[in-house]
């Protein structure tokens, strides 16, 4: 699950000089910085959608599929909305400054978040198929042999992207709970020795597992029920080629999360907006990967937390 990372903050860099400027779907107004003129201020952080179902507009601008948003937000609370970028290690400073107001982050931030518990979820995001979090499915071949996790022990385990919520931590966090730690793992050479495997994408995941170059790997719920039951094609992903042993925890695909010196009232009018959304402002998700935003339960936010702890010291470099 792919997000705003440092690789493309660089090419980002005149685009938020262009909103230090002025310009208010991205970056702060300059006018902000020295208090003349006080925006809503949200963070933007995770963007869960690959970057090959991302428009090209999207790659240079990640600002546009959120500008619905920020326009009819700030005409619902009475007051204008900006949006800024930021990376991961800025988060946290920020909101308990109060310099960001609201950040809509990645689990895997809010999970390495010091203390997540000072900072109120406002919302989650709900899937295209309503689902406030979904799990990862542990697959392996249809003609393995393995039938359960701690069978796994000593094998080929592929991860998705490097950092990622569902198919990284998730899926370390249920193989340690049947007791097969990351060194239990066969590991790769490369990119670091002692690496974990860790594919681009889902079908990636599912080819490797097919043709027995690893011995069973984690994919997103929604990209397992995006694949066909079967097809003739071959070396592409098929369901009944691959057989189910297991699922990860559910996780969100984001979060909205505020600063604990956001007024209360102000939480109130942001919290009913984006509830609201999907029925009241559709326009406002029509440019997004979800179908509404809603209330988080405590159990997927535990699951959250959970993830606090990076399994490769890398990892947070990534993001």
Known sequence: MPRITLNRVVTLGALVLLGATGCRSGGIPLLNLFGLNKPLVVALLADQRPLSAQKPIELLNPFAPYEPLRKTLGLEIGRDVALDLCIPLQVEPSLSAGFYHLAIISPTVYGRMSDPQLFPVVAVTADAAGRIARPAVLVVA??????????????????GPRGDARTHLAGLRLLESHGVAKDNLSL????????LKHMPDMRSVAQTVINGSSDAGFID??????FPEHTEEAGEPARDKLRVIAQT?????????CSPKLAAETTDKVRAFLFA????????????????????????????????????????ETE
């Open 142 to 159: 249809a003609r393995s042999e393995t039938q359960a996790v701690a069978e796994l022990s000593g094998k080929t385990v592929a991860f």
């Open 188 to 195: 790769e050479i490369l990119p670091l020795p002692g690496s």
């Open 221 to 226: 719920e929604a990209a397992w029920e995006a």
């Open 249 to 257: 925890v559910v996780i969100p695909d984001c979060l909205v999360v």
């Open 277 to 316: 959304a999907h029925e009241q402002h559709p326009e406002v998700l029509r440019s997004l990967p979800y179908s509404a935003y809603r209330e988080p339960t405590e159990a997927v936010l535990a699951a959250c937390r959970g993830l606090a702890e990076p399994s490769e010291p890398h990892d947070q």
